[in-house]
């Protein structure tokens, strides 16, 4: 395992949700209390689950991320399900089953604003995310944790080419540029890709569509526990 040494300032890049702040499971706890309401006659919860996905993974390719993807996933799945139109009724339930993503709460992952204090003191901060802009900025706002960072970059997607425009527009030097988060898609294999380093964080609720595998065997990839650990290495 990579860990790294001596006083040298770094540019540490960070992911947001579901590394800085709780996120997925606030869209598992709405799926749940979906499928205790959908209670269809011929298919169990796992089968409707997987609807679901394939069709979250489709809608997240032209519509995005959030929860105004989420929530159209929804009432297409419901009208998969019913085979027929969504109800006003219906798509009002959908809402009400998801007020808490469309309040944009956020709750914080332990340790994170006072580890982030003492990393802003001795590295150089930046937060990457991705989804729709509004929606992020408002967690963004909600956190109270954009005063860490030296600049914050929301992305529809964070494929290999927000890491290269990211690294070319701010002169980052790939060797000593980390980018920390939980998803193995979006965070760890395309900063890899652009010649940074990773800093894995799993998060027991990251979206299964953000789960592939990593190379165990790649030491530009540290793999912590909890977020406070990375103060044992930066």
């Given at each position: 395992m990579?860990?790294t040494?001596?006083p040298?300032?770094?540019v540490?890049?960070?992911d947001?949700?579901?590394?800085?702040?709780?996120?997925?499971?606030?869209?598992?706890?709405?799926?749940?209390?979906?499928?205790d309401?959908?209670?269809?006659?011929?298919l169990?919860?796992t089968?409707?689950?997987?609807?679901?996905?394939?069709?979250?993974?489709?809608n997240a390719?032209t519509?995005?991320?959030?929860s105004?993807?989420?929530?159209?996933?929804l009432?297409q799945?419901?009208?998969?399900?019913?085979?027929?139109p969504?109800?006003?009724?219906?798509?009002?339930?959908?809402e009400q089953?998801?007020v808490?993503?469309?309040?944009?709460?956020v709750?914080?992952?332990?340790?994170v604003?006072e580890?982030l204090?003492?990393?802003?003191?001795r590295?150089?901060?930046?937060l990457?995310t991705?989804?729709?802009t509004?929606?992020?900025?408002?967690?963004?706002?909600?956190?109270?944790l954009?005063?860490?960072?030296?600049?914050?970059?929301?992305?529809p997607?964070?494929?290999?080419d927000?890491?290269?425009?990211?690294?070319r527009?701010?002169?980052?030097?790939?060797?000593?540029t980390?980018?920390i988060g939980?998803?193995?898609?979006?965070?760890?294999l395309?900063?890899r890709?652009?010649?940074?380093g990773?800093?894995?964080?799993?998060?027991a609720?990251?979206?299964v569509l953000?789960?592939?595998d990593?190379d165990?065997?790649?030491?530009?990839?540290?793999?912590?526990?909890a977020?406070?650990?990375l103060?044992?290495?930066?």
């Amino acid at each position: 395992m990579h860990t790294t040494a001596g006083p040298a300032r770094q540019v540490l890049i960070f992911d947001a949700d579901d590394t800085l702040w709780e996120n997925n499971v606030l869209f598992e706890r709405v799926i749940d209390d979906y499928l205790d309401w959908i209670d269809h006659p011929t298919l169990d919860r796992t089968e409707i689950r997987a609807i679901l996905d394939d069709i979250e993974a489709a809608n997240a390719v032209t519509h995005g991320y959030g929860s105004k993807m989420f929530l159209h996933s929804l009432g297409q799945t419901l009208e998969r399900l019913r085979a027929r139109p969504v109800t006003e009724a219906e798509s009002r339930h959908i809402e009400q089953l998801a007020v808490a993503l469309l309040e944009n709460r956020v709750e914080l992952v332990p340790g994170v604003a006072e580890t982030l204090t003492a990393l802003g003191a001795r590295h150089d901060l930046m937060l990457l995310t991705k989804g729709d802009t509004e929606e992020q900025q408002r967690k963004i706002d909600a956190s109270a944790l954009a005063h860490h960072f030296g600049s914050v970059h929301i992305v529809p997607e964070k494929g290999v080419d927000a890491y290269l425009d990211l690294t070319r527009a701010y002169d980052l030097v790939p060797e000593s540029t980390w980018m920390i988060g939980n998803s193995p898609k979006s965070d760890i294999l395309p900063a890899r890709g652009a010649g940074l380093g990773a800093v894995f964080i799993p998060n027991a609720h990251t979206w299964v569509l953000e789960q592939t595998d990593l190379d165990p065997q790649d030491n530009r990839v540290l793999h912590l526990k909890a977020f406070p650990e990375l103060l044992n290495h930066f």
